[in-house]
């Protein structure tokens, strides 16, 4: 589906176009044959007499770019349509990186050491289990930073950007988790009003992995 959608948006004009001189010569071939019995034979004898003509070529492309014009400023509304893809496929992206977000932060969260009597801190085990864990939420975070960027910085087309798709195999990971949806109506300003304390934090320290 993703193919046909950057077919169309890429030829788009000529498809309407396509779709305009198509309707026109529809109208035009039925008018004639409705009120002035002119049949296709009609036609085929006037095309054969007018390529006897000198002007014959001059007029049909001034017809013909008329036609295209017309149709040009007719069609030209419809880019809404595109815009709406991109819309839709945009906010679909936002919601995911955010799902992915609380996922890997819930999984690397329920990865520590439960407290309790007997957890103790002092345990080079259990140290390094914390430190994992916060290693992998800086990943998840800044899994999500690089894709927000993607999102509102960078404005690369959908089409093309593997950045921005988001693969069948992902979404089918997230409902498996028990994350297909959450409570938030995910925008673009939602993004943005995440990363921001990200932005202003990227020499934060972070804990190195022991080996």
């Not at 890429?10 to 039925?30: E, F, K, N, Q, S």
């Not at 498996?176 to 320290?205: C, F, M, N, W």
Request: charged content about 20%.
């Amino acid at each position: 589906m993703i193919f046909v959608i950057g077919w169309i948006q890429r030829h788009h004009v000529v498809l309407g176009l396509l779709h305009a001189l198509i309707l026109l010569t529809t109208i035009i071939l039925d008018y004639s044959l409705t009120f002035h019995s002119c049949d296709l034979f009609y036609w085929c004898a006037m095309a054969r007499t007018l390529l006897n003509e000198h002007l014959f070529l001059p007029k049909i492309v001034a017809k013909f770019a008329l036609m295209f014009c017309i149709a040009f400023e007719c069609f030209s509304p419809h880019q809404w349509v595109i815009r709406l893809f991109k819309r839709r496929a945009r906010r679909r992206f936002a919601n995911f990186i955010v799902r992915r977000l609380v996922m890997q932060l819930d999984q690397a969260s329920e990865s520590l050491p439960k407290s309790g009597d007997g957890l103790d801190l002092s345990d080079p085990l259990t140290q390094q289990n914390y430190v994992q864990a916060r290693m992998a939420q800086y990943r998840a975070m800044d899994l999500f930073r690089r894709d927000a960027n993607a999102l509102l910085v960078q404005r690369l087309p959908l089409i093309g950007n593997p950045h921005l798709f988001v693969l069948e195999e992902e979404e089918d990971l997230l409902a498996r988790a028990g994350y297909s949806s959450i409570g938030l109506q995910v925008t673009e300003q939602v993004i943005q009003d995440l990363i921001r304390p990200y932005h202003q934090a990227t020499k934060d320290k972070r804990p190195r992995q022991h080996c």
